[in-house]
C-alpha cells in the first residue's frame, strides 16, 4: 500500500538540503515501488517494502548516513491523510494559510501549551495531528509552531491544505502539477 512519507525540516533556510532525486533514488534502493516526491519540502509517496514504519526509520538512518543530518520521518497512508484533511476544525479562508501538521505521537497533553502565544492565530489537536490556521498567513504569524510544538513534547511537520491535497491527489493516482 502507499504512503506519504513526510520529512521533517528539510530545504529550508539552506540547511538539511536532500534533494528529491536523491531521495527517490534512496526510497527505491530501500525496496520501495511507486516512487514519487512533491516539491522540494521533504514530501516522499511510496509503497513501502514492508512495514511502513520501519521503512520510515531506514529512511531517517540512511539520510543522516548519506546526508550528514537526522531528520524525522512521519507516515499517513490515504486513508489518515484524507482524515485528518477532513477533520481540520476551521474555516479555510485560504488553503495556503491553514496548515495540517502529522505529529510522530497521538499522546499529546493540550494542556502542556497553554502558555504559548497565539495571537489571531488557531490551532487544535484532533488525533495525532495539530490543525493551525494563519491569520496573516505563516510569513506573518503570530503562533511559534515549533515553541508549540516543544510544548506538547512531540514532533511534527507542517504542511499547507495545498500541499495536502496535493498529496492526496498523488496517493489517489490523479495528475499534480507543482506550483
Known amino acids: 500500500m502507499t504512503h ?3 520529512f521533517r525540516a528539510v530545504n529550508v533556510g539552506g540547511t538539511a538540503k536532500l534533494p528529491m532525486a536523491e531521495l527517490r533514488a534512496l526510497a527505491t534502493e530501500l525496496g520501495a515501488t511507486d516512487v514519487q516526491t512533491y516539491i522540494a519540502s521533504g514530501n516522499l509517496i511510496a509503497a513501502p517494502p514492508g512495514d511502513p514504519l520501519a521503512f520510515a526509520r531506514d ?19 490515504a486513508a489518515a491523510l484524507r482524515a ?8 479555510i479562508v485560504d488553503p495556503a494559510f491553514s ?5 510522530a505521537s497521538a499522546h499529546v497533553d493540550p494542556t502542556a501549551a497553554a502558555e504559548v502565544p ?5 490551532w487544535a489537536l484532533v488525533g495525532s495531528d495539530l490543525h493551525v490556521r ?4 505563516a510569513g506573518r504569524a503570530e ?15 507542517a504542511r ?13 493516482r490523479q495528475p499534480v502539477t507543482e506550483p
Open 84 to 91: 485528518a484533511r477532513d477533520a481540520h476544525p476551521f474555516v
Open 118 to 122: 497565539s495571537g489571531d492565530d488557531d
Open 134 to 137: 494563519y491569520a496573516h498567513g
Open 59 to 77: 529512511l531517517e538512518n540512511q539520510v543522516e548516513t548519506r546526508f550528514g543530518f537526522r531528520r524525522e520521518v512521519i507516515v499517513r497512508d
Open 160 to 172: 499547507n491544505l495545498r500541499t495536502v491535497d496535493a498529496l492526496l491527489a498523488l496517493l489517489d
Open 143 to 157: 503562533l511559534d509552531l515549533a515553541r508549540l510544538l516543544r510544548a506538547l513534547g512531540v514532533v511534527g511537520t
Open 99 to 103: 496548515y495540517l501538521v502529522p505529529l
Open 4 to 6: 506519504v512519507f513526510l
